[in-house]
């Protein structure tokens, strides 16, 4: 299977894993979300994600498999997420990018693809400057949690921390200085062991000593 991710497109969106494409939770606040239909929620999706990428750009990075998207991640601007105001962990922290969905495919879970994602977006934020963090509203109840909240689980796996705590919807956060200090740190380690051992050469000694 291919890991590399690559940029969302709106081409993407009816093929995302676990039904996101056509789900405006985020999209909606939390009035017009209980008002809207499943139509409504589509046009929705489509429509935010076209004026993202036109006004602030790659939102969103997906993997393949077989041409299959087999996961992805999408992240925005808070203010451009209506649909994070029903939290009562509100709001998304003004420096910060909110990492709006993360999906994998449920014959692809537990191969890291979810890390993959995390950290392809963390450089894409990192390539932008001046985003200094990635915040989420997180789901404590596993798999009887909110189908479009992260883990918290995995969410602590990859570099995120409690930044306000809730029983049920934390809301977290991952700082980018750190993680960049980190990639570096990685980079570091690679090149060590890419170059080549250098062995001493023995010294043969004389019957003289």
Known sequence: MGRQPTRLTLDDLPFLPGGCG??????????????????DHADEK?????????????????????????????????????GAVGFPTSPISPDAVMLVSLQVAAECRDMGLGRVLVQAMARDLIKRGGIKAVEAFADT????GEHCLVPADFLLSVGFRTLRAHARTPRMRMDLRT????????EEAFERLRRPVVRPVATRLSPDG
Do not use: K, N
């Open 141 to 144: 109840r596993g798999d009887d």
């Open 22 to 39: 056509t789900c405006a939770f985020w999209q909606l606040d939390p009035v017009r979300r209980r008002r809207a239909t499943a139509a």
């Open 179 to 186: 993680t960049l200090t980190w990639r570096e740190e990685l």
């Open 46 to 82: 489509a429509g935010w994600l076209s004026h993202v990428l036109r006004d602030w750009g790659s939102c969103g990075r997906v993997i393949r498999h077989d041409s299959q998207i087999v996961a992805h991640v999408i992240y925005a601007p808070p203010v451009m997420v209506p």
